[in-house]
């Protein structure tokens, strides 16, 4: 077979795999989730393996372990952020008309300082940008609820993630022996190249990123709480954990943090100390935690990762959402071996040398 037709049944074979998976995405979230966690906790296996420990006595533990730690934690988190919940949308109205009452005075001020024909194409221009806006996140919102918080499929996770990650990671080994098997003779080495590359970009962003995730939701939940506002722990919580994506964490925690505050406390220093926590936050993250944990080996562009959430989230759901950082870094290295390959051959120096 020629490397042309080889490269079209590649192409083709890519082509169908991904129509098949956005057709099924309404039903793929517990498999993906079962998925992910059978791949993160597959070395935890392996080094359980060294050590004596048959696959299946491994898996059961490892499962079993993981469920219990995670069910533990929302045991104990429940009641807190159930109570503190409530108190937070019971203080929404009063936020909104204290930033309202905040910005109704610079607008006044903004728009006698404007001639009327400006302030009507504005008007109208911030009327059509924002039901464009609403149409675009009521549809995310709605792509979301399909694909991963409709009570069924909640059910489903609940019950079918633990399911599948058993028997995944229980056979994992197998079939990754298997996959090897499939492959090309001739392209295998380079194959199994960028797999490793793309496992290296894959496991040193997430087990990275969430480490950086665990320490804004202890620092930010900490110090709100500290501070006494309402709800701080549950808008910590929300902001760290958020915080995979780029800067998007600290932003909202901060309008939310110092709009609580502002309806909360009639002093201003409060209200300081909460935005400074935040700004605390986020310089630790851009300048300490990201570099030391994350690192820019992984090759992943913040800006690229923003994108491939979004774009995750509005084709697929939340399922996409999962599947958003995985699929960025498969393309972000599949880029760079093309890359690589182009400026190696002739169409890049022209057959010169």
């Given at each position: 077979m020629s490397s042309e037709r080889q490269t079209l049944f590649w192409v083709l074979g890519m082509a169908a795999f991904v129509s098949v998976l956005y057709a099924l995405s309404a039903m793929l979230l517990p498999f993906v989730a079962g998925l992910a966690i059978?791949?993160?906790l597959d070395p935890v296996a392996d080094k359980l393996e060294e050590w004596g420990a048959s696959r299946a006595l491994a898996t059961t533990v490892i499962i079993a372990a993981f469920f219990v730690t995670v069910i533990g934690i929302l045991i104990l988190l429940f009641p807190l952020l159930q109570a503190q919940i409530a108190s937070l949308a019971a203080r929404v109205p009063g936020l909104i008309e204290s930033i309202r009452a905040y910005a109704q005075p610079l607008l006044e001020r903004i728009q006698a300082d404007m001639p009327a024909d400006a302030v009507a194409q504005i008007k109208g221009a911030v009327g059509d940008y924002a039901g464009t806006a609403i149409k675009w996140l009521g549809g995310v919102l709605g792509g979301i609820w399909k694909g991963g918080i409709a009570f069924f499929n909640v059910l489903s996770l609940i019950i079918i993630t633990p399911v599948v990650?058993?028997?995944?990671?229980?056979?994992?080994d197998l079939i990754v022996e298997r996959i090897d098997g499939y492959l090309p003779r001739a392209g295998r080495p380079t194959i199994l190249e960028q797999c490793r590359a793309i496992d290296d970009t894959i496991a040193g962003f997430v087990r990275g990123q969430a480490s950086v995730c665990l320490v804004l939701i202890?620092?930010?939940g900490g110090a709100l709480t500290v501070t006494g506002l309402e709800s701080g722990l549950l808008v910590g919580l929300g902001a760290g954990a958020i915080s995979?994506?780029?800067?998007?964490g600290a932003a909202i925690g901060l309008v939310v943090g110092v709009g609580i505050a502002l309806a909360q406390f009639s002093d201003?220093?409060?209200v300081g100390v909460v935005a400074f926590i935040f700004i605390i936050g986020q310089t630790a993250e851009s300048y300490v935690l990201t570099p030391r944990l994350v690192g820019d080996r992984i090759g992943l562009h913040p800006v690229w990762i923003i994108f491939a959430l979004l774009a995750g989230g509005v084709l697929m759901g939340f399922t996409g959402v999962l599947l958003a950082v995985p699929v960025a870094a498969v393309i972000g290295v599949l880029i760079r071996f093309g890359?690589?390959?182009?400026?190696?051959?002739?169409l890049y120096h022209g057959g010169k040398t």
């Amino acid at each position: 077979m020629s490397s042309e037709r080889q490269t079209l049944f590649w192409v083709l074979g890519m082509a169908a795999f991904v129509s098949v998976l956005y057709a099924l995405s309404a039903m793929l979230l517990p498999f993906v989730a079962g998925l992910a966690i059978a791949y993160f906790l597959d070395p935890v296996a392996d080094k359980l393996e060294e050590w004596g420990a048959s696959r299946a006595l491994a898996t059961t533990v490892i499962i079993a372990a993981f469920f219990v730690t995670v069910i533990g934690i929302l045991i104990l988190l429940f009641p807190l952020l159930q109570a503190q919940i409530a108190s937070l949308a019971a203080r929404v109205p009063g936020l909104i008309e204290s930033i309202r009452a905040y910005a109704q005075p610079l607008l006044e001020r903004i728009q006698a300082d404007m001639p009327a024909d400006a302030v009507a194409q504005i008007k109208g221009a911030v009327g059509d940008y924002a039901g464009t806006a609403i149409k675009w996140l009521g549809g995310v919102l709605g792509g979301i609820w399909k694909g991963g918080i409709a009570f069924f499929n909640v059910l489903s996770l609940i019950i079918i993630t633990p399911v599948v990650a058993f028997y995944l990671l229980r056979d994992w080994d197998l079939i990754v022996e298997r996959i090897d098997g499939y492959l090309p003779r001739a392209g295998r080495p380079t194959i199994l190249e960028q797999c490793r590359a793309i496992d290296d970009t894959i496991a040193g962003f997430v087990r990275g990123q969430a480490s950086v995730c665990l320490v804004l939701i202890i620092w930010y939940g900490g110090a709100l709480t500290v501070t006494g506002l309402e709800s701080g722990l549950l808008v910590g919580l929300g902001a760290g954990a958020i915080s995979f994506i780029p800067y998007l964490g600290a932003a909202i925690g901060l309008v939310v943090g110092v709009g609580i505050a502002l309806a909360q406390f009639s002093d201003l220093a409060p209200v300081g100390v909460v935005a400074f926590i935040f700004i605390i936050g986020q310089t630790a993250e851009s300048y300490v935690l990201t570099p030391r944990l994350v690192g820019d080996r992984i090759g992943l562009h913040p800006v690229w990762i923003i994108f491939a959430l979004l774009a995750g989230g509005v084709l697929m759901g939340f399922t996409g959402v999962l599947l958003a950082v995985p699929v960025a870094a498969v393309i972000g290295v599949l880029i760079r071996f093309g890359l690589g390959r182009y400026i190696s051959s002739p169409l890049y120096h022209g057959g010169k040398t």
